[in-house]
């Protein structure tokens, strides 16, 4: 199947709500996978989380599609650490384990953005090589059709989180083949000198916030954005907001074993654990 929940949510112009995958293994990228219908993405992060691009963001998007045809889309948020074409590798790896979008992290300037298209998308949109036995089977068609479709249905997302980022925004969104700007609000927080969403941005980084959603849609991109709870990411759709994260595996698992610790004792849930 080329078309996937999250391009679904897409089409249906709706808000397409997911969940951060932390923790490594396929049991657990399963068990989010699972955890919702209104789950339209889940991110396996091998930047921060403890997923290695190879062989566990593999593994986890193979466990993830075993699933069905209406499992969430599994996107990978690559390390992306270093400069010069440190990206590219890592962009290969994980579309090539069958990935349904990537996120690179820490995106400052247009020429960035347009890099990562081009090792995102085959020839003549793009650079990316083709080798890999193995992701078209992930995607369940045949080589012909993955080469076919793959520059239509990957969905290429770029993180917004520091201060040239901000201000290369409307030239960033205007980049051809860039579909989703994401904004981290922790590490955006902090490149700008404040403290770090408790549990929401400072005043002066929501305008910041706001002002990258504008430009987003202005260019007719999808915006997305980090919550840490259902909460906030109501708020967040009513904003406008087109892809938003709900909760994190290790966030949800905290914060259910302390809720019902607490209960246990006779008490009232009160503020929960960390939420990232």
């Not at 890099?115 to 080589?143: M, Q």
Request: aromatic share 6%; net charge negative.
């Amino acid at each position: 199947m080329t078309t996937h929940a999250l391009l679904q949510a897409f089409k249906a112009s709706k808000p397409a709500f997911g969940a951060w995958i932390t923790l490594p293994g396929i049991l657990n990228a399963r068990a989010v996978a699972q955890a919702s219908p209104y789950l339209s993405w889940v991110m396996i992060d091998c930047e921060h989380g403890l997923t290695s691009l190879q062989p566990g963001a593999a593994e986890s998007i193979q466990a993830i599609t075993g699933l069905g045809p209406n499992a969430p889309s599994p996107l990978v948020r690559i390390p992306a650490t270093g400069f010069s074409n440190s990206t590219s590798w890592q962009i290969k790896y994980a579309l090539d384990a069958g990935a349904r979008g990537v996120l690179v992290p820490m995106v400052s300037n247009a020429e960035k953005a347009r890099e990562i298209v081009a090792d995102s998308r085959f020839p003549p949109a793009g650079r990316r090589g083709f080798g890999s036995p193995f992701t078209h089977g992930v995607w369940g068609i045949d080589a012909t059709g993955y080469i076919k479709s793959a520059n239509e249905h990957v969905v290429v997302m770029i993180q917004i989180e520091t201060p040239e980022a901000v201000q290369n925004v409307e030239a960033i969104a205007a980049v051809d083949g860039i579909d989703c700007l994401f904004i981290g609000p922790y590490d955006l927080s902090l490149s700008l000198g404040y403290p770090p969403p408790s549990p929401d941005p400072h005043p002066d980084v929501e305008t910041v916030i706001q002002n990258v959603l504008k430009a987003t849609h202005k260019e007719g991109k999808k915006c997305a954005i980090y919550c840490s709870s259902g909460k906030q990411a109501l708020k967040r759709a009513e904003e406008g907001f087109d892809i938003i994260n709900v909760t994190s595996d290790i966030g949800a698992m905290s914060e259910s074993v302390a809720a019902n610790a607490i209960v246990a004792l006779g008490g009232e849930p009160g503020a929960p654990a960390s939420r990232y």
